[in-house]
């Protein structure tokens, strides 16, 4: 590839060129998805891709465009600190972009848009790397990423209450992970937010969310870790995910349906997994 071509393309205002077949130019911007390179990825890649799903470039090619970045996912997945995150993480951006899309514009079937979330679902559990800024290299940022993905997904109108209710099990499952550094980077925040667009659905009953919160109480409290260890190495992610629920459950609008009594059930939780916050401390 020819950077200096993208740079053309990005000063002309993305209009997509006429001189190359489009196939060709998104092979170009899927490589370029994946640079550890900062101005390549972040610079030219992502907006790229994003304007033109965003302009309808895409529509009729947009179940295949999807169908290629879920394969981007699977590009090193289980590694650890090297550059092959950038591919997944980005390809996972890629995949929100075109959820929305379709979201807009009707382009997906039920059966597709199901087998995407599952293929979002299984890449975030079994993500490992976790890193949010890298120094020289910008934006690894993989679990917000993928939290985008899943609030994209659960937005959805083919989404019911059995699947909504799956996702928020899914974002529990990667709020627990025991073996998961301590997210530093605003991905409890993003993942907040992923669940804020869960529940805006209104399709999850009152009875289905509290024990789903009482799950995450049991990891998040000091108490709940027993040993020499550190516990809030531990308990980091699950308590820090709760209290941004809490923020984007309270200032959030649109309001999510039966939001006084998710506010008092999400309290409660917070009271039960801080004890020391309201008697001794250490």
């Avoid at 979002?120 to 993928?146: C, F, K, M, Q």
């Avoid at 109108?157 to 073996?179: I, M, Q, S």
């Avoid at 993942?191 to 009875?207: F, M, Q, T």
Wanted: hydrophobic fraction near 40%; glycine fraction near 10%.
């Amino acid at each position: 590839m020819v950077i200096g071509y993208w740079h053309g393309v990005m000063s002309s205002g993305l209009s997509v060129p006429t001189d190359r077949p489009l196939d060709d130019l998104t092979v170009e911007l899927t490589t370029m998805l994946g640079s550890s390179d900062p101005a390549e990825r972040d610079g030219i890649a992502l907006p790229a891709l994003s304007t033109w799903i965003s302009q309808g470039v895409y529509d009729d090619h947009l179940t295949g465009l999807g169908d290629g970045m879920l394969e981007g996912l699977k590009v090193g997945l289980g590694e650890q600190g090297t550059d092959s995150v950038y591919r997944r993480s980005f390809s996972a951006v890629v995949v929100t972009e075109c959820v929305a899309r379709a979201n807009a514009q009707g382009l997906l079937s039920h059966a597709k848009l199901l087998e995407w979330g599952d293929h979002v679902a299984s890449w975030w559990l079994r993500e490992r790397d976790t890193r949010g800024y890298v120094p020289h290299h910008g934006w690894a940022h993989a679990i917000a990423h993928g939290a985008d993905a899943i609030g994209e997904i659960a937005s959805s109108p083919f989404l019911g209450a059995t699947e909504l209710t799956v996702l928020l099990d899914v974002v529990a499952d990667r709020v627990l992970d025991p073996d998961a550094a301590p997210l530093l980077s605003g991905e409890p925040d993003r993942i907040a937010g992923a669940v804020r667009k869960i529940l805006l659905r209104g399709e999850v009953p009152l009875s289905v969310v509290e024990p789903w919160l009482v799950r995450i109480v049991a990891s998040a409290g000091v108490g709940s870790v027993p040993g020499e260890h550190d516990p809030y190495l531990v308990t980091y992610n699950p308590q820090t995910f709760l209290r941004c629920l809490h923020l984007h459950l309270e200032l959030g609008r649109p309001a999510v349906p039966q939001r006084a009594d998710l506010l008092l059930s999400l309290v409660d939780a917070l009271q039960a997994s801080n004890p020391y916050s309201f008697g001794r401390r250490h």
